[in-house]
Nanobody, 121 residues
């Protein structure tokens, strides 16, 4: 019954900014690494950024210096601040988290439903 829900997507002009949010809900024991992936039309899903529980981050080269991933462990949430957006950033963005549900032994990957980000003039 663990569920991830994204929000914050939309239409912006090149050079604009958006902030994506993702909150995990349900009976959760713990959450390890969380991240953001994107999938553009006709392309494979690609990693955008990840963040560990201790706040160590990793970014795809294409977004370094423009995007910032962060998390709030108390809220079981992860965020993606996107600045200086480019048309090539247009994609559906998916929240991702490695979660151990309450009363279970193993961690497993959960995905949000996706939120559309469109960068266009």
């Amino acid at each position: 019954q663990v569920h991830l829900v994204e929000s914050g997507g939309g239409l912006v002009q090149p050079g604009g900014s958006l902030r994506l949010s993702c909150a995990a809900s349900g009976s959760i024991s713990s959450i390890n690494t969380m991240g953001w992936y994107r999938q553009a039309p006709g392309k494979q899903r690609e990693l955008v950024a990840t963040i560990t529980r201790g706040a160590n981050t990793h970014y795809a080269d294409s977004v370094k210096g423009r995007f910032t991933i962060s998390r709030d462990n108390a809220k079981n949430s992860v965020y993606l601040q996107m600045n200086s957006l480019k048309p090539e950033d247009t994609a559906v963005y998916y929240c991702n988290a490695n979660i151990r549900p309450a009363s279970t032994w193993n961690f497993q990957i959960y995905w949000g439903q996706g939120t559309q980000v469109t960068v266009s003039s």
